[in-house]
């Protein structure tokens, strides 16, 4: 997705708030989560790992960006010399 798009994207998004029980986001319109209802404790555990794993690989994705960004940047650096 590209950045443009998300930010399209995140503009759509109602108003969310983040849940006591997942640590999710969810619509303010709700009353509940949907994330987690329904869910018992174990789900709920296997839920909450995903989502740490989601936050993993987008911070693994970042530092692969800022490492192609910087050789690219070296490269450039280099073919001025
Ligand atoms: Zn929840």
């Known amino acids: ?3 443009g798009m998300s930010l399209a994207w995140r503009a759509k998004q109602p108003k969310k708030k983040r849940c006591d029980r997942c640590e999710l986001y969810y619509p ?6 949907d994330h987690c209802t329904g869910l018992n404790s174990t789900q709920l555990a296997q839920l909450k790992a995903q989502h740490q794993e989601t ?14 960004a910087a050789i690219i ?4 650096l280099l073919s001025f010399l």
């Open 55 to 68: 936050l993993k690989d987008n911070s693994t994705f970042g530092k692969y960006l800022l490492f192609s």
């Open 28 to 33: 303010e319109s709700l009353e509940q989560c």
């Open 73 to 76: 940047g070296l490269l450039l």
């Open 1 to 3: 997705m590209s950045v």
